[in-house]
Structure formats: C-alpha cells, structure tokens
C-alpha cells in the first residue's frame, strides 16, 4: 500500500515538474524582440514555474506545408521594403568595411546576451522531433511581439501546430500587427485559434479580429516588458550613462529624412548632442551623417542610453515602453503612413492610449518649440500600468493553473 501511494505521489511531482515552453523570438537580433522574450523568462521566474524557452535557429525549419507553397504565399504578403532592406544591408557591408565591422560587433553583443540570460531547450532540428519534444512540457505559452503576423502563420511555429491537442497551448500579449488577414489565411487562422485554451493579445484591435474570427472575447494583456518597472530593469544594466554630456537619443527604424531633420533643429535648440542606434533591418544612407554617435550596442546598452537621455525620439514600440518606464521626455514618430498595408502605428496608438500619454504622439503640427517646452506629466501612469499588469497577472495564473 505505501509503494502505491509512494508511486502516486512520484508521478504526481513528475507531472508538476514538467517545464513550461515559451515560444519566443528570443533568437531575432531585434531590441524589443530579445527584452520581451527575456521579460518572459523573468515573470515565470517570479511565479516560480520551471521553463524553457524553445531552442529556435529558424522557424521554416519546422513547417509541415509544402515549402514552395509557403514562397508563394509569402510573396503575396511580404513586406517588401524589409526584404528590400536586408539587401541593402548586406550591399552596404560588402562596400562599406567601417560597416561590416560594426555589424558584427552589434551581432555579437546580442548573441552574448542570449547565451547569458537565455534557458533554453535542447535544439530539434525537424518538426518531427519538435513534437516529440512536446511531451516533455506542461503547456506552452506564446508570445509576446508580432508572432502571428500573415507570414508568421504560414510556417505554423508560432501558432504551435507542432503542439499535440492535449497539450495546453497560451498565448500572452502575442501580436497580430495587422487589422485584417488576406482571404486566403482566413480559415487557416480560424484553425489554429480555435486550438488554444487561453488568448490574450496585446491590441485591441487584434482581440476584435478573434472576434471577428473565432467569436471568442479575449482580453488585453500588457507586454510583457511593461509588467516590470524601470528599477526592475536596471538589473542587467550599467548604472553610469555609457557617453558623456546631455544629449538627445534616437531610434528610428522607418526611413523618414524630415523626422531626421526636425531631431537636428532640436539639438541646434538644445546643443545636446545626438546619440542614435542605426535600423537593424535595413540600411538607411542618411543615417550615417545623422548622429553625433552611432554606437552598435546590445540589449543591455539600449535601455541606459533611454534611460540617461534629456530627449528620446522614437517611432519604436519598446523604444517607447521604456522612455515610459524610465519617465522620459520622449516623443513617438509613426513608422508608417495612415492606412498602409503594413502599417503596425496601432500598437504605439494602444500603448500611449492605456497609458494616457497620446500627446506624446508625434503629429504635424508640432513644432521644435513645442517639443523643447513640453512639460508633459506622467501623473496617474504608474497607477494605469499597475491596474493592467494586475490583470494581466490575472490572466496568465488563471492560464496557467492546475498545471
């Protein structure tokens, strides 16, 4: 009798000691891409679940479809000017030396933080192995950033059709990035939607879309960047500001010389110097002669050069996030323009509304005056953020109990 109870009481702490999966783009040498995926590892740390993140190289890897198939579809999606962009990059290394080098130096600073901060599982090399691995966990949690853009959902990693139906399937502040999916996408969204146990988006927008989809009512949930508060993120970064003097920081990811030049009025104002990290997925000429420093950082020297700034400019998500958690003067450009195909200006929009800070949207009638003598308030922001981390907080022990 007490062997079968010593045997229950085994398999039930076995069953309780199986892992958590997080599915991130923990790999993607992108600023936000890389923090939120660590901001995942931090809040299953703090609700003290064992975890991995999912060993990844490329999702392509693991999809199941026709891989001529996907090329087409993924010519009717694709977001060109990226793509255009990547050629240039790798254009640019080939004629600019100074360039190449410093590429790599920005690849390695990334890589090194992933392999220190990182707790990954073993790697699969196949989609057979990867649900085979499956077993090994308790659930899997997706997200958070645009994992379930159009392309995304063509090579189902993300939308965890690798995952066996009994395996419970979560996705936190996950990204749809657009507010309509082609004709074509439709039924194969409907599909893996339906799938998951618990949804929770990071837009509105995206939520109307599941709606829209699915009929299921799912709720906004914070990224998982903002659930920490700027003291939390110092952590893993330098104290001391990693230039000398005032200066002005920019992050400018859309290809907009005017924007360029009204941050250049603004420092002849001020006389604090430009420091500016260079797009990481395209080649921009007129950056180069832009900033008066261009260093090629990692993800732990991103937040102090938000953090010491007197003004950050922006048309950056996570740019945005943590000038918000650091209480910056800070100032949000859009990427794209009104209705754009690829247009993702809805989730700044969704961010500077919950926080209350949609005068620190950048619009035409601002001007370089206006800017300098802002004397904006982040009154009330801590008290707004903390309501929606404690839902969200909400959301994720209600996905994940009973485990």
């Excluded at 090329?71 to 254009?91: H, V, Y």
């Excluded at 599982?121 to 949690?141: G, I």
């Excluded at 004397?375 to 109990?401: E, H, I, Q, T």
Aim: proline fraction near 3%; hydrophobic fraction near 35%; aromatic fraction near 14%.
């Amino acid at each position: 009798m007490l062997q079968i109870i010593y045997d229950c009481l085994k398999n039930i702490n076995e069953i309780k000691m199986k892992p958590i999966g997080l599915v991130t783009c923990y790999f993607h040498h992108n600023y936000g891409s890389m923090l939120q995926a660590y901001a995942t590892e931090m809040i299953m740390q703090q609700m003290g679940f064992p975890f991995q993140t999912i060993a990844c190289k490329a999702p392509i890897n693991y999809m199941q479809e026709n891989k001529f198939l996907y090329i087409i579809k993924k010519l009717l999606i694709a977001d060109w000017k990226m793509r255009l962009g990547k050629m240039k990059i790798e254009r640019a290394k080939k004629e600019n030396p100074m360039f190449a080098k410093n590429w790599e130096i920005r690849n390695k600073a990334f890589d090194q933080f992933a392999e220190t901060f990182f707790h990954v599982s073993p790697y699969c090399k196949n989609r057979e192995e990867l649900s085979k691995m499956a077993e090994n966990y308790s659930a899997f949690l997706v997200g958070s950033d645009q994992l379930w853009r159009t392309d995304s959902v063509e090579h189902g990693y993300y939308t965890l059709e690798w995952v066996p139906d009994h395996i419970r399937k979560i996705a936190y502040s996950t990204s749809i990035g657009v507010k309509e999916v082609p004709w074509f996408q439709v039924e194969k969204n409907k599909r893996f939607m339906n799938r998951f146990d618990h949804i929770a988006l990071r837009e509105q927008s995206a939520c109307d879309l599941v709606y829209k989809l699915t009929g299921k009512k799912v709720p906004v949930v914070l990224d998982p960047t903002l659930l920490f508060t700027g003291d939390q993120w110092l952590e893993i970064q330098q104290q001391e500001p990693l230039t000398n003097g005032k200066y002005i920081f920019c992050y400018l990811l859309g290809d907009n010389p005017l924007q360029r030049e009204f941050i250049k009025r603004v420092k002849e104002k001020t006389g604090y110097k430009i420091v500016a990290l260079q797009q990481l997925d395209d080649y921009i000429p007129s950056d180069e002669g832009f900033a008066d420093e261009a260093p090629y950082v990692g993800p732990r020297e991103f937040l102090n050069y938000i953090r010491n700034a007197e003004y950050v400019f922006t048309d950056s998500f996570h740019c945005s996030v943590f000038s918000i958690l650091y209480k910056k003067n800070f100032f949000t450009f859009s990427r794209f323009a009104e209705g754009a195909k690829q247009s993702t200006n809805t989730r700044i929009d969704n961010l500077l509304h919950i926080t209350g800070l949609e005068e620190r949207r950048m619009t035409k009638d601002k001007t370089v005056e206006n800017v300098i003598s802002y004397k904006g308030s982040f009154d009330g922001v801590d008290a707004r953020l903390n309501a929606y981390r404690k839902s969200s907080m909400d959301y994720l022990n209600n996905a994940l109990k009973n485990l």
